[in-house]
RNA sequence: GCCCUCUUAGCUCAAUGGUAGAGCAGCGGAUUCUUAAUCCGGAGGUUGUAGGUUCGAGUCCUACAGGGGGCACCA
């Protein structure tokens, strides 16, 4: 149906060309925007506007549209009398919705008021193939409006608005702080080492190299590096990864603003914070208050200054005073019947996870909050007060961590205990825990001034700002699990991801034995796994359970003869066994043609290639001087395909399969040959 | 990773286990001031995929895929 629409559009294209209209100019010069010419007085002439069509309203010899372009919408009318006729009929007949156009004219109102386009000339200048979601509801399903944002994009003005925003928030903070003397840098993304936070990474690899690489988790010890270079007040707007489940409030993708001002502290950057977030609201929404989903965030006026411990004594009822050691707090915790998820934590982490479990949801108002634990923070600075404590901030607001900054620790040997604390934690288990830097160790031996150093979670503050409940609003294409398939198509679940067979290769292989009792249906079943096994190696598939379903796809051929029937009886033996994958289960059923069972997906073909190439390749080695697999070569396998006299009774159509799985002739005679060729004795060859 | 939930025409949505429908878009026609235009006509579907239960499945069950929400982890 879609692909109808489509040719439909298609022909009219080949009917414009046909027509001598360039269907995709090379460009197109405009006098105004469509905004702007919408606020042109009655009598403009000499127009020239473009913009997308998005509706059409015909009544006979008058034509009303709308054209939207970046900025706004305009009316056109056409009016069928004042027009070429070409003009009128190739609008009529071969412009759709969704298509671009330019239009030529002068300004007029209509009776109902609407400032009008009367045009004179009509330009095509591009078609849309596909057709435009549905005028008035739009696009409501979330995951298209993701995957086809700028579908979303076009249809609705919330979302345009949303994403202007953040357009806006970043460039105001950019200015800010050019304003107050900062220089913008970029740092790696792809590095040997990560570094600066604490977060599983993504890793990747190198091929020139050869060596993994991690992708950034934060830019914080390159901009430090920085300010040893010199640099006094430097910023970045970070893309950072983290490796992290994904829910509404955290993407694995996000996006970061840090800076380090030399010679401030925390307490001199909790000031800046104010000031900055005060002129960003100003700036983008035009006051200090956020209305967020019901819920009035206040910003005016001065933020209050909260200290962790004595929120957990007032709200928690936990005195940090009275537990100095992890086993003390460990113990008052339980005693007051507070559940955390790992108990097996240091003092500063227990802290921190009783804090985000009691008391961070309800710090909806902004506030700054202080007194966090330095062992969880292994960049900052101690408090000279209490060496517990890290001379660190963060700003809350509306349960969200916005803001983290604090007085860098600027002392190498110092740093370089914190690291190997952290090294313990992570040989303990903690995968998050920090990797010792060395890079950034030897940077620091050089001298560092005191610093302050300030981050900012971008896509939190965008989506407080924009009332949106979930990060991946603000981010215009949030990763999605891909899906298989084109528009169209329905592919359902094709990807061959067959994991976790319930049997053991011994219990596979005991079964076997008790089923398969004849010589050559054993080596064929013996070869069928190992070839499906390669087929799961080559393609990164569990190679358990392809190796089981070689060996077990025709338990039941020494005993069923008649071939409408074979496959059913194995399927109903692996069923009593556990195997419940209906893909397993139906690869088996099919790979029996005569059972008419047809082959649909990616498994089935695999299966069906990968035991009927088995029985070409024993063949092949047969037929050598020596016969051995040792010296047969995938090509010469492949060759044997086109002989029709050889080997008759296999199947040429099941082994050509091999291009549905992926591989052509020749790469899976090799990949079949290889594998028989590692299990030759079993198969006497 | 676990739990809940959703997936029906290009889009937005219907259909007590009993013949898959509507609006919009698109197609044909009427219409010189509409703006969710209106009116008439016809067309559009393997109900996400694969199995199962049933005389009969969009509806019930299982597996799988994708989405959304929650838990956990994290900013």
Not at 61 to 70: E, S, V, Y
Not at 91 to 111: C, M, N, P, Q, Y
Not at 321 to 348: H, N, Q, V
């Amino acid at each position: 149906m879609e692909e109808d629409l489509r040719e439909l559009r298609v022909g009219k294209l080949d009917r414009l060309r046909a027509a001598g209209i360039p269907t995709y100019p090379e460009r197109f010069e405009r006098t105004h925007a469509l905004a702007e010419a919408a606020s042109l007085p009655e009598g403009t002439g000499g127009l020239r506007v473009a913009g997308r069509l998005i509706a059409v309203r015909t009544f006979g010899k008058l034509t009303f549209a709308h054209l939207q372009d970046r900025g706004g919408r305009l009316q056109i009318a056409l009016r069928r009398e004042e027009l070429p006729a070409e003009t009128w009929q190739a609008f009529h007949d071969l412009f759709d919705r969704g298509d671009f156009v330019g239009a030529e004219g002068s300004i007029f109102r209509t009776k109902t008021g609407e400032t009008t386009l009367a045009v004179a000339k009509l330009h095509f200048l591009g078609k849309a193939l596909l057709p435009l979601p549905e005028k008035w509801h739009g696009l409501k399903d979330p995951e298209l409006r993701q995957r086809r944002r700028y579908l979303d994009l076009l249809m609705s003005d919330e979302t345009r608005e949303r994403f202007r925003m953040r357009t806006k928030v970043l460039r105001t903070l950019r200015s800010f702080l050019d304003a107050h003397g900062f220089e913008e840098v970029e740092t790696p993304v792809l590095q040997t080492v990560p570094s600066g936070a604490s977060a599983r990474p993504f890793i990747t690899h190198h091929n020139a190299l050869d060596i993994d690489v991690y992708l950034s988790i934060s830019p914080e010890t390159w901009l430090k590096r920085l300010v040893v270079g010199g640099y006094e007040r430097v910023y970045e707007i970070a893309r950072c990864f983290r490796n992290e489940g994904m829910d509404p409030s955290h993407l694995q993708d996000f996006t970061m603003l840090e800076f380090y001002v030399a010679y401030w502290s925390y307490e001199d950057n909790m000031r800046f914070t104010e000031k900055l977030m005060r002129h960003l609201l100003v700036e983008v929404l035009g006051k200090e208050r956020i209305d967020w989903r019901g819920r009035v965030i206040d910003f005016s006026g001065e933020w209050p200054r909260v200290d962790m411990g004595q929120l957990l004594r007032d709200r928690a009822g936990i005195d940090l005073a009275r537990c100095p050691t992890a086993d003390e707090l460990r113990g008052a915790i339980a005693a007051k019947g507070i559940k955390l998820e790992r108990m097996d934590l240091g003092r500063g982490a227990l802290i921190d996870a009783l804090y985000k479990a009691t008391v961070r949801d309800d710090l909806i108002q902004p506030c700054f909050l202080t007194g966090i634990p330095s062992d969880i923070l292994p960049l900052a600075r101690r408090s000279d007060r209490d060496p517990q404590l890290a001379d660190c901030f963060q700003l809350l607001v509306n349960g969200w961590e916005i803001v983290k900054a604090y007085s860098e620790l600027v002392d190498p040997v110092e740093q370089r205990r914190r690291f190997e604390e952290q090294e313990t934690e992570r040989a303990r288990g903690d995968e998050e825990a920090m990797f010792v830097d060395e890079e950034y160790l030897l940077a620091m031996e050089h001298g560092m001034p005191p610093i302050s150093g300030w981050g900012m979670g971008i896509d939190r503050l965008c989506a407080l700002l924009s009332g949106s409940d979930s990060l991946r609003d603000v981010v215009f294409f949030p990763l999605l699990r891909p899906k298989g398939g084109g528009a169209g198509e329905g592919a359902g679940d094709d990807s061959g991801d067959v994991k976790d067979f319930p049997l053991s290769r011994a219990e596979a292989m005991a079964l076997f034995d008790g089923n398969v009792k004849s010589d050559y249906l054993r080596k064929h079943c013996l070869a069928s796994a190992a070839v499906m096994e390669a087929i799961a190696e080559r393609f990164g598939k569990d190679r358990d359970t392809f190796w089981c379903m070689g060996l077990l796809h025709d338990l039941d051929f020494d005993r069923v003869k008649e071939p409408t029937k074979h496959t059913r009886e194995t399927v109903e033996i692996l069923e009593s066994k556990g195997v419940k994958d209906e893909r397993i289960l139906k690869a088996i059923l099919s790979h029996n043609e005569a059972l008419g069972v047809e082959r649909t997906a990616w498994l089935d073909y695999a299966l069906s290639c990968g035991e009927t190439v088995t029985g070409l390749v024993m063949a092949s080695a047969l037929v050598l001087p020596d016969k051995k697999l040792a010296s047969l070569e995938g090509k010469s396998v492949a060759k044997r395909m086109k002989k029709k006299d050889f080997a008759k009774q296999v199947s040429r159509e099941a082994i050509l399969q091999c291009e549905r799985i992926g591989l052509t002739i020749d790469e899976f005679c090799d990949l079949a040959v290889k594998a028989l060729q590692r299990i030759a004795p079993a198969l006497g060859l």
